[in-house]
């Protein structure tokens, strides 16, 4: 029986040095999608007010250029990616051009 414990204990150090090396390298940040679609589903877009809505990600990618969402609504990325290089957004919007037009969440430009 602590033959089987020690084992256990092992086994387990191991799993956890190696996803920590695994979240270190950015190697586990690919599941970051799969998981923010499984948890919270599509963004929420529906609004009362400007006040409700805001600029914000809506995937797990450092390099996203905003999308207009309910400020109750967050992404949920457990893994971030390190050191990334992101290509300049063409049109990045302004939180001052967030409305909420139609009880829905916009960019207006």
């Known amino acids: 029986m602590k033959a089987f414990i020690v084992w256990l204990i092992i086994i387990i ?4 040095v ?3 090396y695994l979240d270190s ?4 940040a690919g599941f970051n999608d ?9 963004p929420k ?17 450092p390099c996203s250029c905003g999308f207009a969402a309910n400020r109750a609504w967050q992404p949920y990325c457990p893994f971030q990616k390190k050191q990334v290089l992101c290509e300049p957004c063409e049109q990045f ?7 909420c037009i139609n009880t829905e969440c916009q960019i207006v430009y």
Request: hydrophobic letters at 40%.
């Open 13 to 16: 150090l191991f799993f956890a």
């Open 18 to 20: 190696l996803f920590r």
């Open 25 to 28: 390298r950015s190697r586990l």
């Open 34 to 42: 799969i998981i923010n679609n499984f948890i919270n589903n599509r």
């Open 45 to 61: 877009i529906s609004c009362v007010e400007d006040a409700d809505c805001h600029l914000t990600q809506i995937d797990c990618s």
């Open 93 to 99: 919007p302004k939180e001052e051009n967030i409305k």
